[in-house]
Structure formats: C-alpha cells, structure tokens
C-alpha cells in the first residue's frame, strides 16, 4: 500500500506515516504537497499524509488552501512528537557552526535555540533534504536541523538533540484518499465554510455546534481568494457526519452559509504516550 508524503526519506512526515499505518506502508517520497494530492487523485497512492498544524508554529496554510482546492477526503489523523536535532558533518563542532538549514517549520519551532546560537538560517524544502545538502556541501560550518534518524541514514553527526524551544512539540497530519470513510465511535470532522458578513455572522455559525454540545477542536481562516477582507473558515470539530447531531448541525449551518464542504469524517488519534519521542 502506497502512502505519498512530502519530503526526502528520512523526512517527518515519512516518520508519520511509518507510525500510523506501521509495516503495511510503502512511503513514496513526493518533491511538493501538490504532488502528494496528484499521486492520490491519480492512483498512484492510496494515502496522502500532510503536516496541517504544529504545537509550536501553528498552521501549514498551503494544505488547507490544497484541501479545498482538490477533491479528496481526510480520512484520517496523526500526532507525531517531533525532537529536533542539529546535524553537522562528522567531526563538525557545534561551537564553530555559523548557518543552519532546514524547513521552515522546524527551524520556527526551534527559533529560541538558533538566536541563541547566533547562526544564520536558511529555509530549504524538507528537514532530510536538508542534511543532505550540508552532506553534499562538505562545509563543516554549516548545519541542518532533522530527525535522529535522517542523521543515522546520511551518516552525519549529532551536534545536540531536543533542540525545539519547547518538549512539548507535536504536528498533526491528515491522511486524505480519494474515497470517503464512515467513522462510528471517537471520530473527528473537518469542514470549511464562508458566510454572508454581517454582525454576529460567525457567532450564528459556531452557535449550531454550541447548541448540540458538539466540541470544536480547531478553527483556522484563510483569505477567500477573488472577494477580498472576506474569509473561509475551517473548523474541525468531535463527532462523526454519521452521527444524527452532526448533521443537523451541518444541516442547520448550511441553511445560511453561502459555502460549506465537508472535507471528511475520521477517526479521531489519540495519544497513547505524549511525551514519549
Ligand atoms: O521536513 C520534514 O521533515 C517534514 O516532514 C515537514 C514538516 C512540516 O511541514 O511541518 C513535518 C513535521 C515537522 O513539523 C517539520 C517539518
């Protein structure tokens, strides 16, 4: 079964899905999230999984803005701990590092460690294609920042270890398919809508989930593309589409949103081990 991911091997993201769906998945390494959406669409992937948000540095917008811009659904979810390390080439010394590479998100969620350092940074597009750049580069000045095990498969050096600026790092992904699932139990649902502004507009909107004692676990806005200071809300909330409240509820919204999809149900991932990397 083929799972598409975004990023190199050794990336986080592959790191995932390796956890999620264990042995039975062949990750397949895709340069672009757009990619990742396109092996799905196309066939050549069961599963897409892509990074949505992090503890530390909030949101990946490009995957909300692809979410609704493609016709797949989210089908599932996953948390990663995410433990930064900083990787040099072998015999580098931290003391003498001057610029660290990596991807953006992981060199946000550890910006408290890099002003520290005083080096300069560099965003380049995934954190295993990032030691492989310093690899290639020979520069023992120069840095990544990447998991333990990206280290492991270039052969690169350790430099130091948990370098995000708080343990408490976790990213969330979605899995997306291009056919639907239909949770029972402890699900989740991720929806997206746009409303008439007027006072009051949105507080009608979370209402019909506040009435139904339906729990919002995530809202995120992005800019509605054509129709300026106007936005598209994406909200996840607790409970499954097969569930008679959630529906009346989407029901209920959708009799005065001027927009709404529902981008899927699924189960809900819980943590077993919070802390545990
Ligand atoms: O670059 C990687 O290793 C990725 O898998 C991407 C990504 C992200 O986009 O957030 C995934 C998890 C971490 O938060 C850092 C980077």
């Known amino acids: 079964m083929k799972v598409a991911f975004q990023g190199e091997p050794g990336a986080y993201s592959e790191a995932a899905l390796l956890e999620h769906f264990g042995g039975q998945a062949q990750s397949l390494p895709c340069e672009t999230f757009e990619q990742v959406f396109q092996a799905v669409a196309e066939g050549n992937a069961r599963y897409g999984f892509l990074p949505i948000e992090n503890s530390l540095a909030g949101s990946i917008h490009r995957n909300y803005d692809l979410l609704l811009q493609n016709d797949l659904y989210v089908v599932g979810e996953h948390h990663l701990r995410v433990s930064h390390c900083l990787i040099g080439l072998p015999g580098a010394r931290l003391e003498e590092i001057e610029s660290v590479i990596s991807h953006p998100q992981a060199l946000a969620q550890c910006d408290g460690t890099l002003r520290r350092l005083g ?159």
């Not at 408490?168 to 746009?194: M, Y």
């Not at 999809?261 to 077993?272: D, I, M, N, S």
């Open 119 to 277: 080096v300069k940074t560099e965003p380049v597009y995934d954190t295993a294609g990032s030691v492989r750049l310093v690899q290639a580069e020979g520069n023992p000045r120069r840095a990544a920042i990447a998991s333990r095990r990206a280290a492991q498969l270039y052969g690169m050096s350790i430099l130091a270890e948990a370098i995000e600026d708080n343990p408490l790092n976790f990213t969330r992904f979605l899995i997306v398919a291009a056919e639907p699932v239909h949770p029972r139990g402890d699900a989740k649902t991720s929806i997206v809508f746009a409303l008439q502004n007027a006072p009051g507009a949105l507080f009608k909107a979370l209402s019909v989930f506040a009435l139904r004692e339906i729990d919002l676990t995530k809202i995120e806005s992005r800019p509605l593309v054509g129709k300026p200071w106007e936005y598209l809300f994406y909200i996840d909330l607790a409970g499954s589409t097969e569930e008679t409240r959630v529906q009346n509820a989407l029901h209920n919204l959708n009799e005065f949103a001027t927009f709404l999809r529902v981008l899927g149900a699924y189960p809900r991932h819980r943590f077993t081990e919070p802390f545990s990397s």
